[in-house]
């Protein structure tokens, strides 16, 4: 099976992150930016010794230069100053993203903003001055379009794709609600690694052949600014990929409408409008974590039910905390959907799908976010009495069945109204099937009265209530015996405000895939400004692939347990068990000072590596879930990073493109 | 004709090739000082590795100089804006080959500004000039070296430039091709533009320009007037018609010369060109259309002479001009440079 459910391995960027990301951002490439600015300093004053009539500099790009030197000079003081056992309060720049920003952190991402704007005026004066012509750049970009159609190598790139529509059939087998998970994962993986080829190849060898084969004299000796060929090769191989994606995307659409069976019409064919909330637990050691169940993807937490030996002991609950819940919920009638797809641990050998089908049965709590679990309890008791009279009153006096379900109905509303919550027990959970519960509007009526009565405000020692909890406890299981437990994650569960159409979502998820390309083919092209045809594929190759990794790179550049390469290496050669500390020599000190550097430049070495995985809305697509399209969607989560890289490597590949000399064999 | 005003200027030009590591390589170009006039045609020689080409580069902002300046227009060499006046043709025509004529020419043209409908007029004026007009919608892949060459020239050409470089311009072309060559950038030249070139060939350089520098490891030997180059005032031309050579002109010529204190070096019928011959053959050929060489009619073979050792110089045995006469009257005589 190529997807189980809906997961998220990281949090996407939301508007809120924005500020904070910009800062951490002028802090990193600020960083490189003045280091590029040292060398050119001392380029420029190699080249000047001894010349008469220097060429005058910009005042404004030397002021800015001299601020940025000013600026690190300053961080580099406070470090030397805590060096030396000087402490002046909370100055120090932080290495946690999620804390308040330092007086050092202010330093570094003034003197990174610096470093980038001084970079940046010549290019800016380019474009003031009218040297970037975008006609001479459209002729350039057509010009690539041409030779990469002459080339033909769309041609090939449909003759693959050709082949996996004809057969991709006879060898996808998959369960019929997962069908449609299965042909968005085949054919994104399958778009993905063609064009991405496609794209290392187009952007490595475009400016290199160029200049190999000499044409490139024929272009520059005209009026045209040599970064006006590198945005021309760039956008010119954007246009062949755009065109190659909206023919495949519009076959791959055909071959899902072709195939697709109800079931996973059901499951998938939609763009669910999640709304999520924090989760958290209670009965379990930890409030952040439920059961660990020794699964090495920590990604899903595990509770229990009550265990038939122990009836008394606590109950374990898994809550999702909704901080808001959309207005228009409460104005609708009916019912209110909430969808879910847990995960089913068994403790107990059995066939896997014995017990994995028949499932457990939980109780799922709707209740007002300020109320504490145990008046929650209380009230649920209270309802359920005023329930059972309510409704034997209403046996005695209507006969008809259906006015009796009618008034079954309005019951359960009223009460959800009056209580403020709203309980369903025995509710079945299938492993890793989406299953829908439903609340009544008028608990969200009641919770916005509530909010509207007195606003949700945050406590001295505590922060603001939730406005919605939602509690789901484990009843029993369907063998009775506790021998299931429940695996929950925070996107596990999430109120369905809307459902959209397939075909938008389906789009979004090329744009992700696009959003590859385009970053790939940025990488390459620029290192093509300076390397060969073939280095500058490699180059390229070598970013993307960590880039599959960051997430498990940044894990263990940041991990404090784990030994680096070279403590591992000694207890290799050592046979030192893992767990076991090391024993302290000026050998092993020095190994662990190493690892700590090698963690430091691995850190750093992740500020270049674009995170790849981020572009990959596979996941949200094959499951039937809406891509957002700004907050927390393709254009936080997917955009803003892609530009994040996109202007250094514009930025760098003038440079190299400028100072490069076109004629010169060496 | 050459006015005043500099076009191009290089002062103490200097380029070392380095490798990665900054250590020197090669010495290109030392110190190099020249003025280009508006107006002229300026030819740049030198064996293969004196510097020529670098100049060009280095004058085109392919290239960086080590020390010293290169000026066009009065900018620096750097300067992109100086291109919209400079047109360049490259040693090898490095057009896309996968475009055609028109194609190659429309993509040239939007580097410039110019506008859509003046673009397509000068394309397909250009095509014409440069005779490529029933090629035109071949792409240049299966273009010969000279039609390249032709388009390569037309996309020099097609922002109307004042200053055209020019790289071996005549390099591959058939006799045919190199005169069409030389015959335009002398109507470069006529229509005020100027023009830089650098050669292997001495008889086009001769043939064409107006000064010459002549380069020999990156050192300039000499710079002057091709005419003023070449003069030899130790010697004296003669020609006359109306006349043919015998022993009683030879010795009054003699007697002539000796009163005036010289001596004859040689005396003979001047000998046309291998390239005036071939231009005449091709011109009657496309003229008379058909084979012309009976060897067994006319009796004697091609090397000159007649089965009796006598000259022929062109003539039939009636003593009529076989091809009709298309030299231009510019180019010099064999006659001139050979010596006894």
Redesign the interface.
């Known amino acids: 099976m190529f997807a189980t459910g809906f997961y998220l391995e990281r949090e996407p960027l939301s508007l809120a992150q924005l500020a904070g990301a910009l800062v951490d951002w002028l802090q990193n490439f600020g960083a490189l930016a003045a280091l590029g600015l040292v060398a050119w300093c001392i380029a420029h004053l190699v080249q000047m010794r001894g010349?008469k009539g220097r060429k005058r500099l910009n005042p404004l790009f030397i002021a800015l230069v001299s601020i940025v030197f000013l600026l690190y000079a300053m961080v580099g003081a406070l470090f030397l100053g805590r060096a030396m056992g000087i402490r002046v309060g909370n100055v120090m720049p932080s290495t946690d993203p999620s804390k308040l920003l330092t007086t050092g952190d202010w330093l570094l991402a003034l003197a990174g903003s610096c470093a980038v704007l001084a970079v940046l005026l010549p290019m800016l004066g380019d474009l003031g001055t009218g040297?970037l012509r975008w006609?001479?750049i459209?002729?350039l970009a057509?010009?690539s379009f041409?030779?990469a159609m002459?080339r033909r190598v769309l041609l090939l790139v449909f003759a693959i794709m050709a082949l996996l529509f004809l057969f991709a059939s006879w060898f996808l087998t998959s369960k019929d609600e997962d069908q449609l998970r299965t042909y968005v994962w085949v054919m994104y993986f399958a778009i993905k690694v063609i064009f991405i080829m496609l794209a290392i190849l187009l952007g490595a060898f475009g400016i290199p052949t160029d200049i190999k084969?000499?044409?490139i004299?024929?272009?520059?000796?005209?009026?045209?600014?040599k970064f006006e060929i590198v945005l021309g090769r760039f956008f010119g191989y954007c246009a062949v990929l755009t065109l190659g994606m909206a023919v495949i995307s519009a076959l791959s659409l055909l071959y899902i409408y072709r195939g697709i069976n109800e079931k996973a019409l059901e499951e998938s064919y939609k763009a669910r409008v999640p709304v999520y909330g924090e989760l958290y637990f209670a009965g379990t050691k930890q409030k952040d974590k439920g059961e660990n169940v020794g699964r090495m993807w920590a990604y899903r937490s595990y509770i229990t039910g009550p265990h038939p030996t122990t009836p008394n002991a606590s109950r374990q609950y898994a809550i999702w905390a909704f901080d808001a819940v959309p207005a228009e919920i409460a104005r609708r009638d009916g019912a209110i959907p909430f969808e879910f797809s847990f995960d089913i641990f068994r403790m107990s050998k059995t066939k896997e799908d014995e017990q994995g089908e028949a499932g457990i049965y939980c109780t799922f709590t709707f209740a007002d976010g300020r109320l504490p679990l145990t008046k929650i309890s209380e009230r649920i008791e209270d309802a359920r009495k005023e329930k059972e009279a309510l409704n034997a009153k209403a046996r005695k006096t209507l006969a008809d069945k259906k006015a009796l379900e009618q008034r079954a109905d309005e019951i359960e509303r009223e009460l959800a109204h009056k209580y403020g919550l709203y309980s369903i027990s025995g509710v079945r959970v299938v492993d890793y099937h989406t299953l829908k519960v439903t609340a009544p509007a008028d608990l969200f009526r009641k919770l916005q009265e509530l909010e509207s009565e007195s606003p949700r405000e945050a406590t001295p020692g505590s922060t603001r209530p939730p406005s919605l909890q939602v509690l789901v406890s484990v009843d029993r299981d369907t063998a009775g015996s506790s021998s299931q437990m429940l695996g929950v994650a925070k996107r596990d569960f999430y109120l369905l405000a809307a459902e959209r159409p397939f075909l938008v979502n389906f789009l979004k998820g090329i744009v992700g895939i696009w959003f590859t390309l385009v970053l790939i083919l940025g990488i390459a092209v620029t290192c093509s400004t300076y390397l060969s045809g073939v280095i500058s594929m490699l180059v390229a190759i070598f970013l993307f692939f960590p880039g599959l990794f960051v997430t498990d790179i940044e894990e263990f550049a940041k991990s404090k347990t784990e030994g680096g390469p070279l403590e591992s290496l000694y207890r290799i050669a050592k046979g030192a068990p893992e767990a076991a500390p090391l024993d302290s020599s000026p050998a092993t000190s020095f190994l662990k000072s190493s690892d700590v550097v090698y963690r430091w430049w691995l850190l750093r070495f992740l500020t270049v590596i674009p995170d790849f995985n981020r572009y990959d809305l596979n996941n949200y697509v094959g499951n039937g879930f809406d891509i957002p399209w700004i907050d927390q969607g393709l254009f936080t989560d997917n955009l803003v990073p892609l530009l994040g890289f996109l202007i250094p490597c514009a930025i760098l590949a003038y440079y190299l493109m400028k100072f490069r000399?076109?004629?010169?064999?060496? | 004709m050459a006015g005043n005003e500099v076009v191009v200027e290089t002062r103490k030009l200097t380029k070392i090739?380095?490798?990665?590591w900054g250590r020197q390589?090669k010495v290109a170009l030392r110190a190099l000082n020249l003025q280009v006039f508006r107006g002229e045609i300026f030819g740049l020689l030198g064996p293969n590795g004196s510097g020529k080409t670098t100049t060009i580069?280095l004058l085109?902002?392919?290239?960086?100089p080590t020390?010293g300046d290169a000026l066009v227009f009065n900018q620096s060499a750097a300067e992109?804006?100086k291109?919209?006046r400079?047109g360049?043709l490259?040693e090898?025509s490095?057009?896309?080959r996968?475009?055609n004529a028109e194609?190659t020419l429309d993509?040239?043209g939007?580097?410039?500004?110019i506008d859509a409908g003046t673009r397509r007029a000068k394309t397909q004026e250009l095509i014409e000039m440069v005779g490529l007009s029933a090629d035109k919608k071949r792409i240049l892949k299966e273009y010969s070296k000279g039609m390249r060459q032709r388009i390569?020239l037309a996309?020099a050409l097609i922002?109307d430039p004042e200053l055209v470089i020019l790289d071996e311009p005549t390099s591959g072309l058939d006799p045919l091709g190199t005169r069409w060559m030389k015959d335009l950038i002398v109507r470069l030249r006529d229509q005020g533009k100027t023009v830089i070139m650098c050669s292997h060939r001495l008889e086009d350089v001769q043939d064409i320009c107006d000064r010459v520098a002549i380069l020999n490891e990156g050192e300039l030997q000499e710079l002057g007037s091709v005419r003023g180059l070449l003069e030899d005032v130790q010697r004296l031309e003669l020609r006359a018609s109306g006349v043919q050579l015998n022993d009683v002109l030879k010795r009054d010529l003699d007697e002539v010369l000796a009163r005036h204190g010289g001596v004859i070096e040689f005396i003979g019928h001047p000998v046309t060109t291998l390239e005036d011959l071939f231009l005449r053959i091709v011109a009657q050929s496309k003229a008379h259309p058909g084979r012309r060489y009976q060897p067994e009619r006319d009796g004697k073979e091609r090397d000159g002479k007649d089965r009796d050792g006598k000259d022929r110089d062109g003539k039939d045995r009636d003593g009529k001009d076989r091809l009709p006469a298309a030299r231009s009257p510019e180019v010099k005589d064999a006659s001139t440079h050979i010596k006894k």
């Open positions: 010349r040297r006609r001479r459209v002729a057509r010009l041409k030779e002459h084969s000499l044409s004299h024929t272009i520059v000796t005209k009026p045209v600014e000399e076109i004629a010169n064999p060496t | 090739y380095r490798d990665f390589k580069k085109l902002g392919l290239l960086f020390d992109v804006k291109n919209e400079i360049y490259p090898e490095y057009l896309y996968f475009l194609e993509f040239y939007r580097l410039f500004k390569g996309q922002n």
